[in-house]
């Protein structure tokens, strides 16, 4: 079938045609960046694959990619062609223009396509390459069918619990590019669990709440960088804020707060999720990363209108620092991962 034959196929895909696919699903499995996959064994768009993604809530996912430590690997380049539909909910899209670099951040792996097989391995090449720049665009229900043309580096986060309809070109033997965030490891090797069709669509959640705020402990060697705002300057906290009617997620917040604060061009490639905590002072939760060795400038560009103060820390120190409980706990988490490791 022609690409625009496919493209009107899923600019046409209704709910209803989505629960008929799903009753022609072949497997289901747990993809390593933490949304579900619904494989359908029908070939009725050949020589495209049809597939059903359901995707969890921000949090979830974010748990998800730490346990499996694929936090690190989020952009990528399909050796394929992909189209898709966002049925429900909205998806977090950013393309990269990548560039390589002899001393640049990321590490570039393969990994050979190998459907069926339970397991992905990346091998690292001897490229190193870093992001020359990046976009940011909302997937929903109302933006219709998009493309992903083989080789376009990029990353997809849910902003919301959300489910997508993707057609793929996707043959045995296609070569995928990773690039990974500090790799070291020559080879990585990331697991795709079965789950149970009858599973795979899984239960409304609860609402979650839509008033969140986002903080990253930047951290050199035994050191922590802190602030003191002028809102609370009795109190030392990361860097990072609360939602702002822009961000559609934690993790859009968190860019846009570090960005704001110290002039970081983080990506959420860079970032080690360490867990969220109900607010301290409002209604909501607060989500709380980690980003290590990050090159900020100096001095920083603080918005003096925001904050008075930034300093690095002994961890140590800064455990006898007035803080909101619920940044103590993050950090003394962090403490206790240290003694461990």
Avoid at 100 to 109: E, I, P
Avoid at 145 to 170: F, M
Avoid at 184 to 209: C, D, G, I, R, V
Avoid at 269 to 284: F, P, Q, V
Wanted: glycine residues 6%; contains cysteine; aromatic residues 10%.
């Amino acid at each position: 079938m022609h690409d625009a034959e496919v493209a009107e196929w899923l600019a046409n895909c209704t709910q209803r045609d989505m629960r008929g696919l799903l009753e022609k699903v072949d497997r289901c499995y747990q993809h390593p960046y933490g949304f579900t996959v619904c494989r359908v064994g029908a070939r009725h768009l050949a020589p495209w694959n049809l597939r059903v993604h359901f995707w969890p809530t921000p949090l979830a996912s974010y748990e998800y990619l730490q346990r499996s430590r694929t936090e690190s690997q989020l952009i990528h380049a399909h050796g394929w062609d992909l189209l898709s539909v966002v049925m429900d909910g909205e998806l977090e899209e950013r393309t990269y223009d990548m560039q390589s670099a002899h001393d640049g951040d990321f590490v570039l792996y393969e990994t050979t396509a190998a459907p069926g097989r339970g397991v992905s391995v990346l091998r690292a090449t001897e490229e190193r390459m870093v992001i020359q720049g990046a976009e940011k665009v909302s997937r929903r229900p109302d933006a219709g069918v998009y493309s992903i043309a083989s080789g376009t580096y990029h990353s997809t986060l849910p902003a919301t619990r959300s489910t997508s309809v993707v057609a793929a070109k996707q043959l045995p033997g296609q070569t995928s590019q990773v690039a990974v965030y500090r790799g070291a490891q020559k080879e990585l090797e990331n697991a795709a669990p079965e789950q149970n069709s009858s599973h795979a669509h899984p239960h409304p959640e609860s609402t979650q709440s839509d008033v969140w705020a986002s903080f990253v402990f930047f951290a050199r060697a035994d050191q922590i960088l802190l602030v003191r705002t002028v809102a609370r300057p009795e109190q030392w906290h990361p860097v990072g804020g609360r939602r702002n009617h822009r961000d559609s997620s934690p993790i859009d917040t968190l860019i846009r707060e570090a960005r704001e604060e110290t002039g970081a061009k983080i990506d959420p490639a860079m970032l080690e999720w360490l867990g969220w905590r109900k607010s301290d002072i409002d209604t909501g939760f607060v989500s709380f990363w980690r980003v290590r060795d990050y090159a900020l400038q100096n001095p920083l560009p603080l918005p003096r209108r925001e904050i008075i103060e930034a300093r690095w820390w002994n961890i140590a120190e800064a455990r006898e620092l007035p803080m909101y409980q619920a940044s103590a706990e993050v950090l003394n988490s962090l403490v206790a991962f240290s003694a461990n490791t």
